[in-house]
């Protein structure tokens, strides 16, 4: 559209405000149809002088707003011109039929689609439902000419600007609707320029305290900010220099909305956040970006569990680039955002970046999906079914939703992170209970397979209806819906009591063998968790109502000593030798040692038995080796017991799983993620089965820190059994 255009169309507005103005710019400077469109609004306002008051003191700073924004993204002079056009019909100034008409379709197409989206807005405003028409012809005219979008997101940000002198429950209503539809839209589309400052200006309606909050803590200290800033800049400069990689490095802008989201999604407060301080590289071509994040690495330390590669895994709205988190000058956490300046344009422009190349009569692929997804999403919907064609555009343009589609091509939407078992009991109860398997493209995948938006799923079943119980089990990662679990719960609530008790009694003794709690007295399980009796208890193992897991967990740390503090001076009592964190009855000078056969861990009962010239092997009292030992010579068993030191134990854990790529990988960040030092690994492959087992060698502070590495280690793809080795 061009600065000059706007410069030309703002100069006229504000004439037309001035009661004292002789004349308006000539409209023939203005490109395109934009010239008939404001030689139309010229006429009227200079025809209706109380028109002309209204437009100064609403309309036209709009426009002007609206106007400003569709020159950055750049979208041509048919945009503006229904620009104008729609603003006259906003300020009771519509143009004529005739003269409508004499405009070419494409700007009748572009002022249907925002008289769509007015109506939308105030069906949404008043509360009223039934908006639905309004949003049929919005996606219609959106299909037919994507630059609908464009205008519809550029003028409610100018009405967002505008709105700080509104009533406040028109300007709340304002807001709910941007993060209603206008910004999950823009990130749907990938126009971020705008999802930022549409975000940022309705969170400051909507959550005024909070932003104003934010706002002052970043103004605060961006004195300091921008100084730290220019430092690392300088030295980010000199690294890549040296690297011989051309490079623009810039500061990112921060916006309020995402710093508060992410601080609730983190839990973090303001000054825990990495990316309050980031740096931009642009750099040529994608090989250069990784050399730049290498630069940038070598530089500063790594901060572990902040790297992301949008570059090899774009996300929905085809964003890529390379964000990494380091410790920066001054030891202070600095994020980096690498990517190209094709890149950077789909960043900031999203679809309005390709829209010039789509006019000259080439293709986009992005470009195409987006366009596709709105149709995909206006075909989907029953042409009569208006509370669904609601409902579908609101769900499905969030990010915390999945589009998966049938084999008859029907598109079924799901949470995201729900698993292709989820997907089952959505299509029908009786697909979900007869599930044995799942394609997704035609490939066999595990039921817990969490599939992405796009994806072609095909349930294979059986004859038989017959859920499994481990699919109400949080660990193995079956079902993430609330629906879908209590699809199953109802399902085992109606078969046979009996099968209940003993499905639940075989759960709760494959979990205890799981984390080596096999001494434990099932007689008194049910008092301890306030069940009448064993089946009782049982059968709520088997409905889901308590977890193996939760058993497990008390079970042990009741078994665990209690921590004692400053105990009075207690009588002489037969030496008591302290090694480590053990406590040796009787003899004093002996060296200890857990046996590697049962490797105990605190909380177990041990029994200690003396070596000759090794000091005492401490066992689990249950261990079998030790039973052998105690046949063999009885009188060398020595009682020990758990003191209250600190200190880590080794354990093996095996664990089994359908080979896949990354497996391994995969199985060392649980691992990692849990804290838990790897002392060694060892793998083989069942190439027959296609079964991988492992074992691993571990160090861990407590039962609490293995239980929960345990279910990690179940919660990943593939992996089906993963327990300590006793």
């Not at 004499?102 to 689609?113: K, M, N, Q, S, Y």
């Not at 940000?157 to 910004?183: G, M, N, V």
């Not at 508060?260 to 250069?288: I, T």
């Not at 090694?579 to 002996?590: A, H």
Request: proline share 5%; net charge neutral; glycine share 8%.
């Amino acid at each position: 559209m061009g600065a000059l255009f706007v410069s030309d169309l703002v100069s006229n507005l504000h004439a037309v405000k001035q009661a004292t103005a002789p004349s308006l710019p000539a409209a023939e400077s203005l490109p395109g149809e934009a010239a008939r469109a404001a030689r139309l609004l010229e006429a009227a306002l200079t025809q209706d002088a109380a028109a002309s008051e209204r437009w100064s003191l609403g309309a036209g700073p709009e426009l002007t707003a609206t106007l400003r924004r569709l020159d950055q993204l750049d979208v041509g002079a048919d945009a503006a011109a229904a620009c104008i056009l729609h603003a006259m019909v906003l300020a009771d100034l519509a143009p004529s039929a005739k003269d409508l008409a004499t405009f070419p379709v494409a700007v009748r197409e572009l002022l249907d689609g925002q008289q769509a989206a007015e109506r939308i807005w105030q069906l949404h405003a008043g509360g009223v439902s039934g908006g639905a028409e309004g949003l049929r012809r919005l996606l219609l005219a959106i299909i037919r000419d994507l630059r609908v979008v464009f205008i519809l997101l550029a003028r409610q940000a100018a009405r967002l600007q505008q709105a700080a002198d509104w009533p406040e429950p028109r300007r709340r209503a304002l807001a709910q609707l941007t993060f209603d539809i206008h910004a999950p839209l823009a990130n749907r589309l990938g126009i971020w320029q705008l999802k930022w400052e549409l975000e940022d200006l309705a969170f400051r309606y909507l959550q005024p305290e909070t932003y104003k909050r934010i706002a002052r803590l970043l103004d605060e200290r961006r004195n300091d900010r921008e100084v730290w800033i220019r430092q690392a800049r300088e030295q980010l400069e000199t690294a890549l220099g040296q690297a011989g990689i051309s490079a623009q490095i810039s500061g990112r802008p921060k916006h309020i909305y995402s710093i508060w989201r992410k601080m609730q999604r983190k839990g973090v407060e303001f000054s825990e956040l990495y990316d309050v301080r980031a740096l931009r590289v642009l750099v040529a071509d994608v090989p250069a970006c990784y050399l730049a994040l290498g630069a940038v690495h070598a530089l500063w330390s790594f901060i572990p569990g902040e790297f992301d590669d949008y570059i090899a895994n774009p996300k929905g709205n085809n964003y890529q680039s390379l964000h990494t988190a380091v410790i920066g000058p001054q030891g202070r956490p600095l994020e980096v955002q690498i990517r190209t300046p094709d890149m950077h344009a789909q960043a900031e422009l999203g679809v309005a970046a390709h829209w010039r190349y789509k006019e000259g009569g080439g293709g986009d692929a992005s470009f195409e999906r987006k366009v596709a997804w709105m149709r995909q999403l206006l075909e989907s919907r029953d042409e009569h079914d208006d509370d669904a064609l609601m409902a579908g555009f609101r769900t499905d343009i969030m990010d915390d939703r999945v589009y998966l589609l049938t084999p008859k091509g029907e598109v079924k939407d799901l949470p995201r992170g729900a698993t292709v078992l989820d997907f089952a009991y959505h299509v029908h109860t009786d697909v979900g209970h007869r599930c044995r398997g799942a394609k997704v493209n035609g490939r066999i995948v595990p039921l817990n397979h969490p599939p992405e938006t796009g994806d072609r799923i095909e349930i294979l079943t059986g004859k038989v209806a017959e859920p499994r119980r481990d699919w109400l089990s949080a660990h193995t990662g079956y079902l993430t819906t609330h629906r879908a679990r209590e699809k199953v719960r109802a399902w085992f609530k109606r078969i046979d009591l009996a099968q209940n008790v003993a499905a639940g009694r075989a759960l709760l003794e494959r979990e205890l063998k799981r984390v080596g709690l096999s001494h434990v007295h099932l007689d008194e399980l049910p008092a301890l968790f306030k069940f009448k009796s064993q089946d009782e208890l049982h059968e709520a193992l088997a409905l889901g109502d308590v977890t193996p897991g939760h058993i497990a967990r008390i079970l042990h740390e009741r078994s665990a000593p209690p921590p004692v503090s400053s105990p009075p001076p207690a009588p002489k009592e037969p030496a008591r030798e302290t090694r480590g964190n053990l406590i040796v009855e009787g003899v004093g000078n002996l060296l200890t040692a857990l046996a590697r056969c049962c490797q105990p861990l605190p909380g177990d009962p041990i029994t200690g038995f003396i070596t000759r010239g090794r000091g005492v092997s401490v066992h689990r009292s249950d261990c079998p080796q030790l039973a052998r030992l105690r046949a063999r010579d009885g009188s060398r068993l020595i009682e020990v017991e758990w003191g209250t030191g600190s200190q880590s134990y080794e354990v093996d854990v095996l664990l089994r799983g359908y080979d896949r790529k990354d497996l391994l990988k995969d199985v060392t960040a649980a691992v990692a993620a849990a804290k838990v030092h790897l002392l060694g690994i060892h793998s083989r492959l069942d190439e027959a089965r296609g079964i991988a087992e492992m074992n691993l060698g571990l160090r861990v502070a407590d039962f609490g820190q293995l239980s929960t590495l345990l279910d990690r280690l179940l919660a990943l793809p593939n992996v089906v059994e993963a327990r300590r080795i006793v």
